[in-house]
């Protein structure tokens, strides 16, 4: 590294693990910024230097910004790895780092306002001539969304014109629903986001959620590794994703890929980044859909397919150096997918359990892949997401990548708090999944039939 001697890791769980095994294999001082609650943590124990940047409430913590460079001016750290989630996509902590000269890793204040305003980033899309959504550039009353809901055709998807993640996102059936749910996605936008202002989309009913993941450096060098198919969520989460999608077919594949790269082109972008799209697998047609501007969870299957490790090249790349690598040289092979075990019941909503993990058994094998920052006798607090591991296998081929899924989901044993391994277990097995016929909207319209009747084979 060049400029970069230390890093202030500005996160928590798996991402703060993450960054910090990556910051040693380059040779960088990891320095971990924890709340009180995760002093204890594996995160803590794994970083070279601990700082306490407050309690346990994240908006006194990991979300305050202030706190965070005085963390990085006070350790010496000259830069800040904001992982995903909490700051990762708020242009006010890369503003903050520039006027104390640390640096950011990850895109420039001004990118991750432009793909963050999701109009602006629909307009551009549309100005490249990317395919867009049918559907308005913003619904600024109950009126205007109305009228613009009867022309494009209902069911249509309310969405927050400040973020993403589901929050403020609303399905409307009908033309009375609308009354009903647009004050409700517009409140939920401002309390999320601080900006109640929606946009409105056609809703495509059994769609597929396809993104590409790119890298860009300050010198105009921009690559793409690939697709991940995402399409399997509930209320808008992701549950598990692979690599590459099961249905795209070569010149597909080819024209979503360029397309991505047109928009980051277009803005110059710099560091790890996602675009990502919408398939209407009916009419075999693409949509843009939004760019995040940051690492994703979901990242470590790209990492399996292309051998590229895309927080390493983060790190470099906010380290002045070039990509070390053309298109060319991008190399994808086999398959790749994870499943995320968070301490949530399925069987019950859903609802999140934290505690006291009393066992933790991982599994271990060839093509087996666990990212995690939990170990026996880990407390699960119930202030932050409940995501514990990811759990990632590689075959080469699908079948041979679900195989060893299923295998690893057998051996992965956890007591103390409940986990959504079962239900891992049962989409492994469902056929749509195995016929690779995925949607959207497939959790929502056979989880609680089938997944209850499952559960009860289980226990016999």
């Known amino acids: 590294m060049k400029n970069i001697s230390s890093l202030l890791v500005a996160n928590r769980g798996e991402i703060a693990v993450r960054i910090i095994r990556a910051c040693h294999h380059v040779g960088v001082k990891a320095i971990l910024a924890t709340s009180t609650i995760d002093r204890e943590s594996l995160a803590a124990q794994w970083a070279d230097r ?3 940047i407050g309690p346990a409430p994240a908006g006194q913590g990991y979300l305050n ?5 005085m963390a990085a001016v006070g350790t010496g750290a000259e830069a800040i790895h904001p992982g995903y989630g909490f700051l990762a996509e708020q242009p006010d902590l890369p503003e903050a780092c520039a006027r104390y000269g640390i640096r950011f890793v990850g895109p420039k204040a001004e990118q991750i306002r432009q793909m963050g305003d999701k109009i602006l980033a629909r307009r551009m899309a549309a100005n490249l001539e990317i395919p867009v959504i049918p559907g308005s550039e913003l619904a600024r009353d109950l009126s205007q969304a109305l009228a613009t809901a009867d022309t494009i055709g209902y069911p249509v998807l309310l969405k927050a014109a400040a973020g993403g993640g589901g929050r403020g996102m609303k399905i409307v059936p009908s033309h009375e629903d609308m009354k009903i749910l647009f004050d409700e996605a517009s409140e939920e936008a401002r309390a999320a986001f601080g900006d109640p202002r929606l946009y409105m989309e056609r809703l495509i009913p059994h769609a597929r959620h396809i993104e590409i993941q790119i890298l860009g450096d300050r010198f105009d060098h921009i690559v793409h590794l690939g697709e991940r198919d995402c399409s399997l969520q509930r209320r ?12 795209l077919s070569m010149d597909l594949r080819a024209e979503i890929a360029q397309s991505a790269l047109a928009l980051v082109r277009q803005i110059q972008y710099e560091s790890a980044g996602t675009v990502e799209f919408i398939l209407d697998p009916d009419q075999n047609k693409f949509y843009f859909l939004e760019m995040n501007t940051r690492i994703q969870v979901e990242h470590p299957v790209t990492e399996m397919i292309s051998g590229v490790n895309l927080v390493e090249e983060q790190i470099r790349i906010a380290d002045e150096e070039s990509l070390g690598f053309s298109q060319e040289d991008i190399q994808l092979s086999g398959h790749s997918m994870e499943c995320r075990i ?11 359990c934290p505690g006291q993990i009393t066992q933790w ?3 271990k094998g060839p093509g087996i892949r666990i990212d995690t920052h939990c170990y026996p006798g880990y407390v699960v607090p119930p ?5 514990l591991a990811k759990l990632i296998t590689w075959g080469q081929d699908r079948r041979e990548a679900i195989q060893r899924m299923q295998d690893a989901l057998i051996h992965f044993r956890v007591a103390g708090v409940d986990t959504t391994i079962p239900l ?3 989409i492994l097995q469902h056929p749509q999944f195995q016929e690779g016929t995925i949607h959207t909207r497939l959790i929502e319209e056979t989880l609680p039939k089938e997944f209850e009747q499952y559960e009860r084979n289980q226990l016999c």
């Open 65 to 69: 910004i202030g706190g965070l460079i």
């Open 361 to 363: 058994e991982v599994p």
């Open 383 to 387: 202030h932050y997401d409940s995501l």
């Open 50 to 52: 601990v700082v306490c």
């Open 424 to 426: 891992h277990r049962w």
């Open 342 to 352: 968070n301490a949530e019941s399925p069987a019950h909503g859903f609802r999140p």
């Open 236 to 247: 808008h989460q992701k549950l598990l994703e692979e690599a590459p999608s099961p249905v």
